[in-house]
């Protein structure tokens, strides 16, 4: 099913398979817009912790099993905003058995899927066995060939989910732009090459960012999807504080780890999407602050 970007599916996930009162799995730390679109269908979003020493990826049998009774759907979302973490196969085949068990729909949010560095393989949802009895996997061109604002995406698996999806659809937009519909066709069809050397660009920068933070006494092992950096706080500094201090002496903007819930506590996102000469500055400036 074709979408206006991977956010709208999110959104018409939520009004296809949430009724009021039912409870949705998120983790947390997690993408934001994913609890907002819970609360707009008067679903209750139970938060379910990514924590660094579990590689990000939430334990399913640590959820309550009187909550996963409850639950009638879960957001995911690997290669992971803020983390960075990605999947992995035995995870994604506990993920369909918990949620067969469970009877819980998954939305597997997967715009980042050609976002991974040397090392790391891209996976899809849908490659576990019995995926598509139980979720959907919604992908997005915005990522890997640099359309964001086109607005273009796709729902895929679950007949039952995507026929739900769909109907909230016909009923709230008219479908794709033509001509964007044609540009995605391009980049699927002749310019896979350029994910590649998009990455390499990524992977300069990641690089001079792991550099500078080293610097400073940040040294840490990030994981290997999406265009994010998941940043420790320097000891002695919240979140909060760490990203304040980025702002007020050295006017370099990041996001704070509790912007995504309560476990991104002591970490600041970076993003690598910013022009090379310009990152370059920015972690100058930083080196200086924090150094002298």
């Not at 599916?9 to 009724?19: P, T």
């Not at 008219?174 to 310019?191: C, K, P, T």
Request: proline share 7%; hydrophobic share 40%.
């Amino acid at each position: 099913l074709g979408l206006i970007g991977s956010k709208e599916g999110c959104h018409h996930f939520v009004l296809a398979r949430v009724n009021p009162g039912d409870v949705v799995l998120m983790t947390d730390p997690g993408y934001p817009a994913y609890r907002s679109s819970i609360l707009m269908g008067e679903g209750v979003p139970y938060n379910v912790p990514i924590l660094p020493q579990n590689h990000y990826l939430p334990v399913l049998e640590d959820i309550p099993k009187d909550v996963a009774r409850k639950a009638t759907a879960m957001f995911l979302n690997y290669p992971n905003n803020p983390t960075g973490a990605c999947a992995t196969m035995d995870f994604l085949n506990k993920l369909v058995a918990f949620a067969g068990e469970f009877d819980i729909a998954v939305c597997y949010d997967n715009p980042y899927s050609e976002i991974v560095f040397a090392g790391q393989d891209r996976l899809s949802f849908l490659m576990a066995p019995g995926a598509k009895d139980v979720g959907v996997e919604l992908n997005s061109l915005s990522k890997p060939f640099n359309m964001c604002g086109w607005r273009l995406g796709m729902a895929c698996g679950n007949p039952d989910l995507i026929a739900g999806i769909s109907k909230v659809k016909e009923n709230t937009d008219s479908g794709i732009f033509n001509a964007v519909q044609y540009a995605g066709i391009q980049a699927l069809h002749n310019e896979a090459g350029f994910i590649e050397e998009m990455l390499s660009i990524y992977g300069r920068r990641r690089e001079l960012v792991l550099k500078t933070l080293k610097k400073i006494g940040i040294d840490f092992n990030p994981p290997r999807g999406t265009f994010y950096l998941w940043v420790p706080a320097p000891e002695g500094l919240t979140s909060l504080e760490f990203t304040n201090r980025l702002f007020d002496k050295t006017a370099v903007v990041v996001a704070s780890g509790t912007a995504y819930g309560q476990y991104g506590e002591g970490f600041v996102r970076i993003s690598l999407t910013v022009p090379d000469e310009r990152l370059k500055e920015a972690m100058g400036r930083i080196e200086k602050e924090f150094t002298k």
